[in-house]
C-alpha cells in the first residue's frame, strides 16, 4: 500500500522532531521508513511504527558521521601515497620539490618564512570558501561537514609549527622536509575537497537550493 | 490427572522455547559469518542490478537467501556510507512517488573493487571447503 503525502510529512516531522537536521541525512532515513511501512503486511499505526525504530533513526546520524569520516581520512591518505607511486601523479611532488628548491636558492631568508606560510595558509583559505559557498550547501547538507575535517590532517602542519620551530631553525633540511610534507598534505587534502564538492553539488543540487 | 497435564504444557512450552533458541543461534551464527562479507555482497548486489536503494538491497538479499540473511538497516547503511566515501558507490536523488530517493551505484574503481572482492570470497569459500570437508570441495 503505497504511504500516503500527510504520512510522508508525518514521518519527516518526526525526524525532525529526533533531531535529524540535515537534508541529505534526513531523505534517505525517511525513504527506508516509508519503504518498509509499505511493505508491511500487518495493519500498524504510523506512530507506533515510527516509535519501534527509533533506535535505528537515533544509531543512524552517529554511524553516518563515523562511517564517512574514516571513508574521507583513508581516501586522504591513499591520495598522497599514491602520489609516491602512480606515475601518472609522480609530477606533483616533483613540482613541490622544485618549487622548494626555487625557494631555498632564489629567495633571502625573510621571504622564505613568508612563502612557508602563504603556502600553508592558502589551501586552509581555499577550503573554508568551497565549505561557506554556495550558502545551502553548509545549512542542508551533512556530507559537506566533511569538507572541514578533510583538511583537519593537513592542518595539523600549520598548528605544529610553534612545537616545530626550534627544531626546524636549527637544521634547514628538517624544515625543507616539514615543508615538503605540509605542502604534500595540503594539495592532497584540497584535492580530495574539490572531489567532495563536486560530488554533493551533483548529488544533492536540489536540497542545496531549498 | 491435573498434574500430568501441567508437566505436558511445561515441556511443550519448553521445547517451542527451545526451538526458538536454536534458530536464534543459528541464525545469529549465520549472522557473525555474513558480516565480514557484507560489503561484497553490497557491490555484488549493485554489479547485478544496476543501481539500489538501501531498502531494496535489504529486501533482494533476503529473497535470494530465503530468509536466511536478513541485513538489518543497522548494519546497512554503515557499510553503504563506508563505500561511499571510499569512491566506490556513487549516489544519485531521484523523486520517487511523494518522496525523495537515494540509489546508489557502482563507480569505475567500484567495478574493479567487486571483482577484487568476489575473487577474494571465492579463495576463501575453497579454502574454507577443503578445510572443512575436503570431499566436498570445489575444483
Same mark, same amino acid.
Given at each position: 500500500?503505497?504511504?500516503?503525502?500527510? @504520512?510522508?510529512?508525518?514521518?519527516?516531522?518526526?525526524?525532525?522532531?529526533?533531531?535529524?537536521?540535515?537534508?541529505? !541525512?534526513?531523505?534517505?532515513?525517511?525513504?527506508?521508513?516509508?519503504?518498509?511501512?509499505?511493505?508491511? @503486511?500487518?495493519?500498524? *499505526?504510523?506512530?507506533?511504527?515510527?516509535?519501534?525504530?527509533?533506535?535505528?533513526?537515533? *544509531?543512524? @546520524?552517529?554511524?553516518?558521521?563515523?562511517?564517512?569520516?574514516?571513508?574521507?581520512?583513508?581516501?586522504?591518505?591513499?591520495?598522497?601515497?599514491?602520489?609516491?607511486?602512480?606515475? *601518472?601523479?609522480?609530477?606533483?611532488?616533483?613540482?613541490?620539490?622544485?618549487?622548494?628548491?626555487? *625557494?631555498?636558492?632564489?629567495?633571502?631568508?625573510?621571504?622564505?618564512?613568508?612563502?612557508?606560510?602563504?603556502?600553508?595558509?592558502?589551501?586552509?583559505?581555499?577550503?573554508?570558501?568551497?565549505?561557506?559557498?554556495?550558502?545551502?550547501?553548509?545549512?542542508?547538507?551533512?556530507?559537506?561537514?566533511?569538507?572541514?575535517?578533510?583538511?583537519?590532517?593537513?592542518?595539523?602542519?600549520?598548528?605544529?609549527? $610553534?612545537?616545530?620551530?626550534?627544531?626546524?631553525? @636549527?637544521?634547514?633540511?628538517?624544515?625543507?622536509?616539514?615543508?615538503?610534507?605540509?605542502?604534500?598534505?595540503?594539495?592532497? $587534502?584540497?584535492?580530495? !575537497?574539490?572531489?567532495?564538492?563536486?560530488?554533493?553539488?551533483?548529488?544533492?543540487?536540489?536540497?542545496?537550493?531549498? | 490427572?491435573?498434574?500430568?497435564?501441567?508437566?505436558?504444557?511445561?515441556?511443550?512450552?519448553?521445547?517451542?522455547?527451545?526451538?526458538?533458541?536454536?534458530?536464534?543461534?543459528?541464525?545469529?551464527?549465520?549472522?557473525? %559469518?555474513?558480516?565480514?562479507?557484507?560489503?561484497?555482497?553490497?557491490?555484488?548486489?549493485?554489479?547485478?542490478?544496476?543501481?539500489?536503494?538501501?531498502?531494496?538491497?535489504?529486501?533482494?538479499?533476503?529473497?535470494?537467501?530465503?530468509?536466511?540473511?536478513?541485513?538489518?538497516?543497522?548494519?546497512?547503511?554503515?557499510?553503504?556510507?563506508?563505500?561511499?566515501?571510499?569512491? %566506490?558507490?556513487?549516489?544519485?536523488?531521484?523523486?520517487?512517488?511523494?518522496?525523495?530517493?537515494?540509489?546508489?551505484?557502482?563507480?569505475?574503481?567500484?567495478?574493479?573493487?567487486?571483482?577484487?572482492?568476489?575473487?577474494?570470497?571465492?579463495?576463501?569459500?575453497?579454502?574454507?571447503?577443503?578445510?572443512?570437508?575436503?570431499?566436498?570441495?570445489?575444483?
Amino acid at each position: 500500500m503505497a504511504i500516503s503525502k500527510e @504520512e510522508v510529512l508525518y514521518i519527516d516531522n518526526y525526524l525532525k522532531f529526533l533531531g535529524i537536521k540535515y537534508l541529505d !541525512v534526513r531523505l534517505e532515513i525517511l525513504d527506508h521508513l516509508a519503504s518498509e511501512f509499505e511493505s508491511t @503486511e500487518k495493519q500498524i *499505526n504510523l506512530g507506533d511504527f515510527l516509535r519501534t525504530k527509533r533506535p535505528f533513526v537515533k *544509531n543512524y @546520524e552517529n554511524q553516518w558521521q563515523k562511517a564517512k569520516h574514516w571513508g574521507h581520512q583513508k581516501a586522504l591518505i591513499k591520495r598522497i601515497l599514491g602520489y609516491f607511486y602512480k606515475p *601518472n601523479q609522480l609530477f606533483i611532488p616533483i613540482c613541490i620539490g622544485i618549487f622548494l628548491g626555487f *625557494n631555498t636558492t632564489l629567495l633571502p631568508k625573510s621571504l622564505i618564512a613568508i612563502s612557508f606560510f602563504i603556502s600553508l595558509i592558502v589551501p586552509q583559505c581555499i577550503h573554508f570558501y568551497v565549505y561557506y559557498k554556495p550558502v545551502g550547501i553548509y545549512k542542508n547538507i551533512q556530507s559537506a561537514k566533511y569538507i572541514l575535517s578533510i583538511m583537519a590532517l593537513p592542518s595539523i602542519f600549520m598548528y605544529l609549527m $610553534g612545537i616545530m620551530a626550534p627544531i626546524v631553525k @636549527e637544521s634547514p633540511t628538517v624544515f625543507y622536509a616539514y615543508w615538503f610534507f605540509a605542502m604534500v598534505f595540503n594539495i592532497a $587534502g584540497l584535492q580530495e !575537497v574539490m572531489i567532495l564538492k563536486r560530488q554533493i553539488v551533483k548529488t544533492y543540487n536540489k536540497l542545496i537550493s531549498n | 490427572m491435573k498434574k500430568e497435564y501441567i508437566k505436558h504444557l511445561c515441556i511443550r512450552k519448553l521445547c517451542i522455547l527451545g526451538v526458538r533458541k536454536l534458530n536464534y543461534l543459528r541464525i545469529m551464527g549465520n549472522s557473525k %559469518l555474513f558480516k565480514g562479507s557484507l560489503n561484497t555482497i553490497i557491490l555484488k548486489m549493485l554489479e547485478e542490478e544496476g543501481k539500489m536503494y538501501g531498502y531494496e538491497i535489504t529486501q533482494k538479499v533476503k529473497e535470494l537467501t530465503k530468509g536466511e540473511l536478513n541485513i538489518t538497516e543497522g548494519a546497512l547503511y554503515p557499510a553503504l556510507h563506508k563505500l561511499e566515501a571510499e569512491g %566506490l558507490l556513487d549516489v544519485e536523488v531521484a523523486k520517487v512517488d511523494n518522496r525523495l530517493r537515494k540509489y546508489y551505484k557502482l563507480t569505475e574503481q567500484g567495478e574493479k573493487e567487486t571483482v577484487n572482492r568476489l575473487a577474494e570470497l571465492e579463495d576463501f569459500i575453497r579454502s574454507m571447503q577443503q578445510l572443512v570437508n575436503p570431499d566436498w570441495s570445489i575444483q
